[in-house]
């Protein structure tokens, strides 16, 4: 090979190099402008109101059949349970109650009131639960509590309308203390109308005759000394809502 040859086949060498090269550059072009273009696709289809309500309607499932029934919380052994359970806060409490005249007052809708006796509650099916309760100050206990299911209660009063609306109202005889609690908590499997503690009757500072015991909510929404019971589609007044506190106070 002489040198011009020399030269001629290395320039030809470059030249298919750089033919494939270009190639190579253009099929990775084709590509990318491919994927860019089913990637901004699929972000639509996401972003799209119909697949959002999609999303939306699965976690609702996902919360109806996972969280509010079958999400209890966790509950101990009765041997758990401490025997001295801690008293806190007396606001309604107050000594100008006589129990022994007690009745509670469900209000089924304006002028349909029933007034039930302890007995009344005593008679429908008892649930029984030990739980780590929670002051939303920062203390907690496993606590033991008998009583009915709110559920049960209302089946057994054939609060099927009142069910419907959002709210339950819990207010102590002497409306001093109030409560308001947003219907699934109410009917939660969890929440009971509550009239005894580690197996006896309710001590008279733990809200004799009856209170509310939920394990889905912070300790403020179980009223002590239950008077009146409503149902509402607005918030009923909630006293610690009042004075700051989250409305739910969830767990
Ligand atoms: N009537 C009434 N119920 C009440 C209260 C109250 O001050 N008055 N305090 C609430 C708070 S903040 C808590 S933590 C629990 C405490 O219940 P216990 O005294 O049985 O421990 O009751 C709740 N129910
Ligand atoms: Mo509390």
């Not at 609702?60 to 509950?75: G, P, Q, R, V, Y």
């Amino acid at each position: 090979m002489n040198y011009k040859q020399e030269i001629f086949i290395s320039e030809k060498k470059l030249r298919n190099k750089t033919i494939i090269a270009f190639i190579i550059f253009i099929l990775l072009l084709i590509a990318g402008v491919f994927i860019w273009k089913k990637l901004r696709h699929q972000q639509q289809v996401a972003q799209s109101p119909k697949s959002i309500r999609k999303v939306l309607n699965y976690n609702e499932n996902l919360f109806s059949n996972f969280l509010s029934d079958e999400h209890l919380a966790k509950t101990y052994p009765k041997s758990a349970a401490v025997k001295n359970v801690r008293v806190n806060g007396n606001i309604g409490m107050g000594s100008d109650f006589d129990p022994s005249t007690w009745k509670l007052q469900l209000v089924r809708s304006p002028g349909d009131t029933l007034f039930l006796t302890l007995d009344d509650i005593k008679a429908l099916p008892k649930t029984e639960i030990v739980f780590d309760f929670k002051c939303i100050e920062g203390w907690s206990q496993i606590t033991y509590w008998g009583g009915v299911k709110f559920s049960d209660f209302a089946a057994k009063y054939n609060l099927n309308a009142q069910t419907q609306m959002k709210y339950v109202g819990l207010v102590t005889p002497d409306k001093r203390y109030y409560v308001g609690l947003d219907m699934p908590s109410i009917l939660h499997p969890q929440t009971i109308l509550c009239y005894e503690m580690n197996g006896k009757p309710l001590p008279m500072n733990q809200g004799y005759p009856l209170r509310l015991m939920t394990t889905v909510k912070y300790g403020i929404k179980d009223i002590k000394r239950i008077g009146t019971i409503f149902f509402s589609n607005e918030r009923p007044p909630d006293y610690w809502y009042e004075r700051g506190y989250d409305y739910y106070s969830g767990l």
